[in-house]
């Protein structure tokens, strides 16, 4: 079921953006939209489908318009044209009374630079959403622990900001953005601030979350490595125009165009693919070696360089469902 839904989303900056829809129908770019008028086009027809429970990640160089997209959905921005779906409601047309309820109550939002409150300490800057809600002091600690705890950060609740490091900070962030129990988190490129190896354990942790928590997340990042990590879906934005939907697998087997090679290139294919991207239908004996569907190529290739045999593919309850041998993979990671 699509939790948000964009349609046809034009953004275009400037002193009168509705004389430039006809260009961009005609299929004139962005650079040359910018050239001949003045006008910044910051999305140019994009259409996109979130299901709920889902992290979808949209990426793109700078400029590419994935922030701007972003803060269509909870209409920091309004479009100049097309239409914002959350729960079949069209948010658009919401009034301000409505649009505040809507932001306050359906989403939150993690942002790059933490956004924390430097007066306020760790426990109360986590349960600020609540109260803006007007919740009692006791209802919104407690709440506020639970994701305290849930984000590593015991011990720390009545430090302030500026007496954690950054990767804290950023923990803190998403403890707030939790606490209010939304039903969409949005994250603008939340993590590109870190050090890569907090980095690398904020992306963790985020997943851990969302096994217990099936969020709809909507994440913004420039860098493919972490888009294919948390990504259940992937949108890739050039110049303000979508060139490519898919699932991380579809990416880097099936780029779009030029644009989306040239990115993927340099993957390491062995240990983003899954086995089961690669898997064929035909089964094995019982007695051949098995590997999990879910299982990365890469945590594979030992048994199957070993064996130059087909193995059984098999999901997580132990039921073949393929095989796979050394040919697939071979064929597969020749471009890489």
């Known amino acids: 079921m699509s939790k948000i839904v ?7 900056f400037g002193p009168d953006p509705l004389s430039i829809m006809p260009l961009l129908q005609e299929g004139i770019g962005k650079d040359e939209v910018l050239e001949r008028t003045g006008h910044t086009v910051g999305l140019d027809n ?9 992290i979808f ?4 160089l700078s400029g590419s318009g994935k922030s701007t997209l972003i803060r269509h959905v909870n209409r920091l921005i309004d479009p100049t044209a097309g239409e914002i779906i959350v729960d ?70 009545y430090m302030y900001p500026n007496q954690l490091s950054g ?3 950023q923990r803190v962030g998403l403890a707030r953005a939790l606490t209010t129990n939304p039903d969409i988190l949005l994250m603008d490129e939340a993590f590109s601030a870190l050090d890569p190896l907090i980095r690398s354990d904020m992306q963790k942790q985020l997943l851990e979350l969302q096994l217990k928590l099936k969020k709809t997340i909507m994440f913004i990042t420039h860098d493919l490595d972490e888009a294919l990590k948390l990504g259940d879906k992937i949108a890739i934005l050039n110049g303000g125009r979508l060139v490519q939907v898919g699932k991380p697998e579809d990416i880097i087997i099936n780029p779009a165009d030029q644009y ?7 993957v390491n294919r062995a240990k983003v693919l899954k086995v089961k991207s690669i898997m064929i239908d ?3 004996g019982s007695e051949a070696p098995k590997v999990n ?15 130059r045999s087909k193995l059984n593919v098999v999901d997580d309850n132990d039921n073949i469902v393929g095989s796979i041998s050394d040919m697939e993979v071979a064929k597969i990671l020749k471009n890489n």
């Open 6 to 12: 964009a349609n046809n989303i034009y953004k275009i």
């Open 46 to 54: 994009v259409s996109i489908s979130i299901e709920e429970g889902e």
């Open 57 to 60: 990640v949209v990426m793109g």
């Open 88 to 157: 079949s409601q069209n948010i658009i047309d919401l009034d301000k009374k409505n649009l505040i309820n809507f932001r306050r109550d359906k989403m939150s939002m993690v942002f790059q630079k933490f956004g924390l409150l430097p007066h306020k300490n760790v426990i109360d800057n986590v349960a600020y959403g609540l109260e803006i809600q007007k919740k009692p002091k006791d209802e919104r600690h407690s709440a506020a622990m639970k994701q305290i705890e849930s984000v590593g950060l015991n011990g720390f609740e």
């Open 167 to 169: 990767g804290m900070q």
């Open 260 to 266: 989306v090679s040239n990115f993927v290139q340099d």
């Open 282 to 284: 035909s089964k094995q």
């Open 293 to 307: 569907m879910n299982d990365s190529i890469e945590s594979c290739l030992p048994i199957i360089l070993e064996t």
